[in-house]
């Protein structure tokens, strides 16, 4: 039933991504942007997916890219990737096109830059189907056989062989299926974890938390029965983590996202997860990211800069640190700038681009409201100085954030001053103070009201046998005939 659900949410998540409008990212002197350096953070199938990306992302360098991603694709097991790259080329081409008028470069023939080797491509081909026959043949021998643990391994071997070919549907179903043949609780979390890479690398991540479930029960399991490698179970806890985070981020849910990145551990922990599926900048940038745009900033210096494990991942992205140093330190015009700097880094990333607008403009809403809290009222001018933008776009932010309720004040359009709303803590102390009165005098008076009328035996008991309290019956009526 997971197979089928899964198949059926990634076909709907292919069509969705078939029609969504790229986003389209510069690469300048403002927007600086290191191919090479990048690219080199990954390799198999998450390097051409990342240029792929890319491509259609900048076309300002998608030759350069186009270049490249050929040159990984002759090391793959997938020619398909081909047609996805000549795709994407075309798109980038299609847009420099428009785009001439103002000043674009026509891109180049994808034939003239780089072609696929024909004879790699029949011989890989080849390759795949002579494994695919191997791999089955030994399946299907284990099976009569009745050897258990091979048959597992066998199943395990045909997934991560459909996974390199790029038959991603096929290989989920050996996975699972491998899952009937594990004898300890360390097979089990091996193939949580293969899935979990199966499901990042499909960007499915609305499925990631029903294997990191599975995982986790099986880390339990092998931590408890200490069977398990110790660098096992750090690999099996943070890439669950991991997992969970990206998990959180692709649906939105930044806060969660930013404590489950928070609890990776060490890079090393990651094991070949490390360039095969993220870099540890790319975990820098999500953690800070979804850091700004949720956590109270009393708590960020600590969970951030002062955190031992998040330091090292730091040092990967140099420009982070001062990104915070500079949020800690309410200088909300350099936040902007550097966010605006490295815009285009995080737009090719494959996982936080469609996430990029929503997290700037959750700390850019956040900037705002704190620098405007110690005020009473402060003139738009001042606003526009601290944060580098017109008046007009102050006035145009602070009037969002006041119809959203994020700040409780009003704008004087005419005299370009924002005011915050004035409370009258006396008055609002004395209303409380009355309030509270009279629930206790309301109390009292139902106290007073049940002492008399036990005191003129208007309390009915229930009857013998049954398990109800006593109740009180009469009526304030009947209570006044009897005398007051």
Known sequence: MDIDIIEEAQAAGASSQSVRKPIIALVDDAHPFDLEGYISNYTGRTAIERLIHIVVTCPTIAAEAYQLCVQHIHQSRDPGLYQNLLSAYEQAQAYNQSQVGEGATVLPDPMEIAQLDTRWMDETLAKNAADRGKLEVELKTYTNNMIKESIRMAHRDLGDFYRQVGDYATSLKHYTKSREFCTTSQH??????????????????????????????????????????????????????????LSYMGQGNYEKAGQYFLKIGPAKELGDWVGKLIAPGDITIYTTLCALATFQRASIKGRLLENATFSLYIEQEPYIRELVQAYLNSNFKVVLELLSRYSTRHYVDIHLAPHVQNLTNLIRNWAVVLYFQPFATIRLDRMSTAFGWTVEEVEEQVVGLIQSGEIQGRVDSQNKILQAKQTDYRADLVARSIKLANDIQATNRKLLLRMRLQQADLVIKPPKGSGHHGQLQGTLAEFMAGGD
């Open 188 to 245: 089990v979390l091996e193939m949580c974890l293969s899935v979990l890479e199966l499901l990042i690398e499909q960007r499915n991540y609305s499925h990631l938390s029903t294997y990191v479930f599975k995982a986790d029960a099986a880390l339990d399991a092998a931590t408890a029965a200490a069977n398990a490698a110790s660098s096992s179970e750090g690999a099996g806890a943070s890439g669950a983590d991991l997992a969970t985070a």
